[in-house]
């Protein structure tokens, strides 16, 4: 059973920086892309960024030099630090996968950017 934890979520001021993990498992991870995809509030799903197996990284034109994206495949793990945080940065952050056809989601971590 495929299963995607993230953490790491949490408060902080403007211009500050997280890190959040999402642990994976129950599929062949180090073979699979995986993405980060926020939600604000009232508003819909973005995309924010994704990496594949080879470590090719991918990101949206704003999160571009501020967020960066890692995984560690010995720990089943992939990463988003996230540096120069904005109000507008607001959201539940998801871990993505798609795994034979169908995409699994986790249940999410809130970062909220506020002072």
């Known amino acids: 059973e495929v299963h995607l934890l993230e953490s790491g979520g949490g408060l902080v001021q403007p211009g500050g920086s997280l890190r959040l993990s999402c642990a994976a498992s129950g599929f062949a991870f180090s073979d699979s892309a995986l993405t980060w995809v926020r939600q604000a509030p009232g508003k819909g799903l973005e995309w924010v960024s994704g990496?594949?197996?080879?470590?090719?990284?991918f990101y949206a034109d704003s999160m571009k030099g501020r967020f960066t994206i890692s995984r560690d495949n010995a720990k089943n793990t992939v990463y988003l630090q996230m540096n120069s945080l904005k109000p507008e940065d607001t959201a539940v952050y998801y871990c993505q996968a798609l795994i034979d056809g169908v995409n699994y989601w986790g249940q999410g971590t809130q970062v909220t950017v506020s002072s």
């Open positions: 990496i594949y197996s080879n470590g090719a990284r």
